[in-house]
């Protein structure tokens, strides 16, 4: 066993170092990767259950035990039916769609750190290639409404693409007070920045914009109530109503994709990511990536209660909650922070 | 650190084959068997009439030109967020004047209605 080891190692170091780095990257993709999409299969399964009590059903319980196995049984169903390709459509705009809303909700990952110093690639301007990232997905979104030559698709894309630009500004000044408060582009670093139990979090300096960005991130993800780029009673299924197959399968994965994406942001920004709200005391004071996964599901659970919860809101409420009140709010919260930062006010901006 | 960019770089690459083997996993194994009813576009069990790419609320237009100006904004707002410790109460002054001209416009589109979806 000893022997195999220093074999490995010693085969290891013979391999060109950009092979190394090739293989260790690929690694990094594959350990985050697979665990996002398998963490979107049973978040669809947690969403059928969660909302399937609160409206006094039991949700899927048939495929294997409780249902366990009813993601994989709704993904071979998938990949066995036809994607339909529509009279008149763009032939590749309509198969790049799908594929370009979910690169940035993989993609971005790749700065999101895990437990400290545990992200794929330590990059200093971590924030701003989130922004950038998920910014693209928009494309998607527009794309598939226009190539799919269909009424609703055109509309769900251009109702979609308003929506997401209005909420993505509220969002915008929410990470700008972020950054104010960190001082620093760095996901990990901002993170470090809230250590200490969990008051210093920044969650209470910046309640105005948790809120902000929490119901941006719901708005911007297409979710209930905000959905009206894909309402089912409304505009039948807004962008994706033409894709069936695995190309709808691949707007599905990436809104869910997402959904954890954005989760995982508001749980680094405003609740301490891979911090213990119990920091200093023993044991269950250590930073571990439990408590990070522990401040995600929490916000997931959060998203299918407001899914459960509220009805869908008209189009010129939502326009007028993102242009008419987040967006002032935001900007007067900007202010008052730049006064807290200026005093010095502890324990966050001391 | 440069090499960390070539990471993200690589990362979007597999986000990007991810969706195209999952779409060409979906083309080959599934049956492939168009016809004419069920390539035409969905239209609630009528026949299409119209081209689909039809004109569009001006108002859509007016979205997104207000998004570019705010994105700008906040473009701006992120280096000297990152900065302000260091350039402390002259630094928000600064930002105070650049955002109050922003917001003049700002309130101006409001009392113009452009941001009125009835």
């Known amino acids: ?350 | 650190m440069l090499q960390n960019y070539l990471t993200v770089l690589i990362f979007i690459g597999a986000g990007i084959a991810i969706g195209a083997i999952l779409i060409v996993v979906g083309l080959l194994l599934a049956p492939h068997r168009p016809d004419d009813e069920k390539d035409s576009p969905y239209e609630c069990g009528f026949e299409p009439f119209d081209d689909s790419r039809l004109r569009f609320d001006i108002r859509y237009y007016l979205v997104a030109i207000l998004f570019i100006i705010f994105d700008l904004e906040i473009a701006f707002l992120f280096p000297w967020a990152v900065s302000l410790q260091k350039i402390g109460l002259t630094g928000l002054f600064a930002m105070a004047v650049f955002l109050a001209i922003l917001i003049v416009g700002f309130i101006y589109e409001w009392k113009r209605g452009a941001m009125e979806w009835e």
């Not at chain 1, 809230?194 to 991130?217: D, E, N, R, T």
């Not at chain 1, 962008?239 to 190309?247: C, W």
Request: net charge positive.
């Open chain 1, 1 to 350: 066993m000893q022997h195999f080891a220093g074999y490995f190692v010693s085969a290891w170091g013979a391999i060109p170092a950009w092979v190394q780095y090739l293989l260790f990257t690929l690694g990094k993709i594959l350990a985050i990767a697979v665990p996002v999409i398998l963490s979107v299969a049973y978040l669809t399964y947690a969403e059928r259950k969660v909302i399937g009590y609160m409206q006094s059903r039991i949700g899927p319980n048939r495929v294997g035990f409780r249902g366990l196995l009813q993601p994989f049984a709704d993904v071979i169903k998938l990949m066995m039916k036809e994607v339909v390709f529509p009279a008149n459509a763009n032939r590749y705009l309509f198969f790049i769609a799908p594929v370009l809303s979910m690169m940035p909700a993989i993609a971005a990952w790749v700065v999101v750190p895990f437990f400290p110093n545990g992200s794929a690639a330590n990059v200093n301007a971590g924030l701003l290639l989130i922004l950038a990232l998920t910014s693209l997905g928009i494309y998607g979104i527009i794309i598939s409404g226009w190539a799919s030559n269909s009424k609703y698709a055109f509309l769900g894309a251009m109702r979609s693409a308003a929506q997401m630009v209005a909420y993505e500004i509220a969002m915008g000044f929410a990470i700008v007070g972020v950054l104010m408060a960190a001082q620093t582009l760095n996901l990990g670093q901002i993170i470090q920045h809230q250590s200490g139990a969990f008051w210093h979090w920044y969650f209470i300096p910046l309640a105005p914009l948790v809120v902000v960005y929490f119901v941006s991130a719901v708005a911007e993800t297409n979710r209930l109530p905000f959905d009206v780029a894909e309402g089912e009673s409304e505009i039948v299924a807004g962008f994706h109503v033409e894709y069936s197959g695995m190309a709808f399968a691949v707007f599905f994965l990436a809104e869910y994709a997402n959904m954890i994406l954005v989760s995982a942001l508001a749980s680094i920004m405003f609740f301490g990511g891979w911090l213990s709200p119990f920091e200093g005391i023993p044991y269950i004071g250590a930073p571990s990536a439990g408590w990070l996964f522990l401040k995600i599901g929490i916000l997931l659970f959060l998203m299918l209660w407001f899914r459960a919860t509220f009805p869908r809101y008209r189009y010129d409420q939502i326009m007028r909650l993102g242009w008419k009140v987040f967006i002032p709010v935001t900007l007067v919260w900007i202010f008052v922070e730049g006064a807290f930062l200026i005093v010095h006010l502890p324990p966050w901006f001391s």
